[in-house]
């Protein structure tokens, strides 16, 4: 092998490693927002089944900011 070939080999590595890397970042971002997300998700969950709940154990009755405005 020539040199300039070495060299432009060891030219291109290191451009896909520079690339990998900031792909590598933007994949821990984007888990680190999938797992803000699910957490949040887990929250609505339980706070409708809360809601559901209480809606049950008071038989059913809404109260009046449960209701639905009236052009509905």
């Keep these: 092998m020539t040199k300039q070939r070495i060299i432009a080999i060891e030219t291109k590595i290191a451009y896909q490693e520079d690339t990998i890397a900031q792909?590598?970042?933007?994949v821990c971002k984007q888990q680190t927002q999938i797992d803000a997300l699910e957490h949040l998700t887990q929250q609505l969950i339980g706070r409708v089944r809360d809601l559901s709940?209480?809606?049950v154990q008071s038989n059913g009755a809404l109260s009046v900011a449960d209701e639905r405005p009236p052009h509905y």
């Design 23 to 26: 792909l590598n970042d933007v």
């Design 53 to 55: 709940e209480t809606s």
